[in-house]
């Protein structure tokens, strides 16, 4: 790929896993851009970093953005928690000082979307959410902003994976074993790519032929399939995905649509912010064709980096918006003060933040006491979501979330704390202190 870069970002049983990443011309230290992580598809079994279609390559001028493609290790030679790893490290990398000399300090380590198509969605979403990195014995890696997986696996345990297709429907014939034997060898040599007009590239079409997924990833491993399923973990509350933005075909029959489905509908079900795009008629790898430019998922992207990635701008307001409501007593009106002293969003959110508590509140309780338990914000999400909304007659999804940030509510609040003189404390009705997730 012409413009890109490549840069060896790991090195795992002896295997050089790389990277390649293309910057904007605007970008520089003083115009940092932001960074789009696109990981591969081909079942974990094959592919490259280099199967980067038009809309990516267009990506870094068309919308200013940093394109890092990023390899990992195939299987069967490597098992999920190998691949784990590989796409934990090339996180770390992207956040390091390392990858910020690369680039001459033109990226914004701040802002990380991550995105793939089929199984590379399926590692884009397992990022996003921390899935399957304890089963692993890994810690997750630092989340992203957000995630748009394209036609992605996000179940393996799906009846499209375990159930036996002789033949797979567009491939129309047998694929006899021979002529992958030497790729589905687990002894054979660890690899972190396969070219594409490779014999390998018959690996994902006789998995599904013969039902092989959990077995070529998971053997001898231990772990059972189900810790890399997207939607019951996010079902289940103990995981959630940052904003999301799926697209997927209808007529999708190398990864069934029902695989972004299940997710999207648990995300709905945990309020979570998610977007879908179905594509009537339309198949998997459509985007291979130039005319799907995909402007909508990435300007998608581009909004995101404008709602949330604003860290420095948080961080330098902070000690106004707490000058401004000590002078206002944190009194009920501070909404419509804040509304009337900004229309900037993140300002407006610090000044909201601390609205709600003081409303839940006793005179004699201290900040200290905030201090330590932001769930007392969580109490009042959903009336006070609907409020701001019909106050600042706006859409409140970035605003939402940066109110809700448990960051910068303990940093303000602790300002906060640090202005006022303790004195005694009061408990916290139970109603408040069992509630600790957002609605």
């Known amino acids: 790929m012409t413009d890109f870069k490549t840069v060896v970002f790991a090195q795992h049983d002896g295997v050089d896993i790389a990277l390649d990443y293309k910057l904007p011309k605007s970008a520089g230290p003083d115009h940092k851009a932001p960074i789009l992580l696109w990981f591969h598809g081909g079942g974990l079994l094959q592919g490259t970093r280099t199967c980067a279609w038009s809309h990516l390559v267009s990506a870094p001028e068309k919308h200013g953005l940093c394109l890092v493609t ?17 796409i934990k490290a090339v996180m770390d990398y992207l956040g390091s000082p390392a990858f910020l000399s690369e680039t001459n300090h033109a990226v914004d380590q701040s802002k990380i979307v991550v995105s793939g198509g089929s199984a590379g969605g399926w590692l884009a979403l397992l990022v996003a959410s921390g899935i399957g990195f304890e089963a692993c014995g890994l810690e997750p890696p630092a989340k992203p902003l957000a995630v748009a997986p394209l036609y992605p696996m996000t179940d393996i345990t799906d009846r499209f994976f375990t159930t036996k297709q002789h033949p797979v429907s567009y491939i ?11 790729y589905l060898d687990p002894k054979a040599p660890q690899s972190s790519w396969s070219a594409l007009d490779s014999p390998r590239s018959k690996c994902y079409p006789y998995m599904v032929q013969e039902s092989l997924e959990q077995e070529l ?37 190398k990864v069934p649509i029902r695989q972004s489905q299940d997710v999207v509908d648990a995300c709905k079900a945990k309020g979570l912010d998610v977007t879908f795009e179905v594509l009537e008629g339309v198949d998997h790898l459509f985007d291979m064709d130039a005319k799907y430019t995909l402007d909508g998922i990435t300007g998608h992207k581009t909004q995101i980096f404008h709602d949330l990635g604003e860290e420095v701008y948080l961080t330098a307001s902070i000690p106004k918006a707490c000058d401004l409501l000590e002078e206002m007593s944190l009194s009920k009106n501070v909404l419509s003060c804040a509304i009337s002293l900004s229309r900037n969003a993140t300002f407006c959110s610090l000044l909201l933040l601390v609205w709600p508590l003081k409303s839940l509140a006793h005179d004699d309780w201290t900040y200290e006491n905030l201090t330590s ?7 009042v999400t959903s009336s006070f979501r609907r409020r701001v909304e019909s106050e600042l007659e706006m859409p409140t999804v970035a605003l939402v979330r940066l109110i809700w940030s448990a960051s910068a509510y303990r940093v303000i609040a602790h300002q906060l704390a640090r202005r006022r003189s303790a004195s005694s404390v009061a408990p916290f009705p139970p109603s408040i202190t069992q509630n600790t997730e957002p609605g």
């Not at 129309?172 to 030497?182: L, Q």
């Not at 001898?220 to 075909?249: D, K, N, R, W």
């Open 70 to 86: 990023a390899d990992y290790r195939l299987a069967p030679q490597t098992r999920m928690p190998g691949i784990m790893a590989d």
């Open 172 to 182: 129309k014939r047998i694929i006899d074993h021979a002529e992958v034997a030497p």
């Open 217 to 253: 990833l998971l053997d001898c491993t231990g772990i059972p399939p189900e810790a890399f399923s997207i939607a019951p973990a996010i079902a289940s509350g103990q995981f959630s995905l940052p904003p999301s933005y799926f697209v997927h075909g209808t007529i999708d029959d």
């Open 373 to 379: 338990s932001p769930v007392l914000a969580l109490e």
